[in-house]
């Protein structure tokens, strides 16, 4: 059997010094803003687009990638990590369907979830700390770490523009 692989971008989002998250209607996890990357989109831009859609916020990328002086390119936000994620296993082990997931971390400059029409409602949005990322059951071991490492990456980076 074949396995199928997606492309999608994922992003967490944070505001003074919590991450936004929602349980996943669908899937029943609780997860960060994403989704697929369309056809004709970069990751970078597909991971904005569903931060729009799923909250409403606008969301700045935290981009530390070196610019390249390239007359016919341009460098484009590395994401922070690449996973791979087994999203259809079937009773016998093989796996039908994974998603190539790039993940970014950004801020937001406001907490008001305002979905798009078609979207699931704002309360099933919220924000979490650090603290509350561990000890929330519902949070899986990998979201924990990663919405902890986007909360200090973001507030590393403006506590550094602060500075400036």
């Known amino acids: 059997m074949e396995t199928t692989r997606h492309l999608t971008a994922t992003v967490y989002v944070v505001n003074d010094g919590a991450t936004a998250l929602h349980e996943h209607e669908r899937m029943g996890i609780t997860i960060p803003p994403g989704g697929h990357v369309d056809r004709g989109e970069l990751p970078h831009e597909a991971g904005l687009r569903e931060v729009r859609e799923e909250t409403g916020l606008d969301a700045t990328l935290v981009d530390d990638a070196p610019s390249v002086d390239a007359p016919a390119g ?8 690449q996973m791979l994620y087994d999203v259809n296993v079937h009773e016998d082990g093989t796996v039908g369907h994974q998603h190539v997931d790039q993940l970014f971390f950004a801020s937001a400059a406001d907490r008001a979830f305002d979905p798009a029409d078609g979207e ?16 929330d059951d519902a949070v899986a071991a990998d979201v924990a770490e990663l919405g902890t490492e986007a909360i200090e990456t973001v507030e590393a980076a403006e506590a550094a523009n602060a500075t400036r």
């Open 120 to 135: 699931e409602g704002a309360d099933s949005w919220d924000w979490y700390t650090p603290g509350e990322l561990r000890d």
């Open 74 to 81: 341009r460098a484009l936000p590395r994401p922070r990590h």
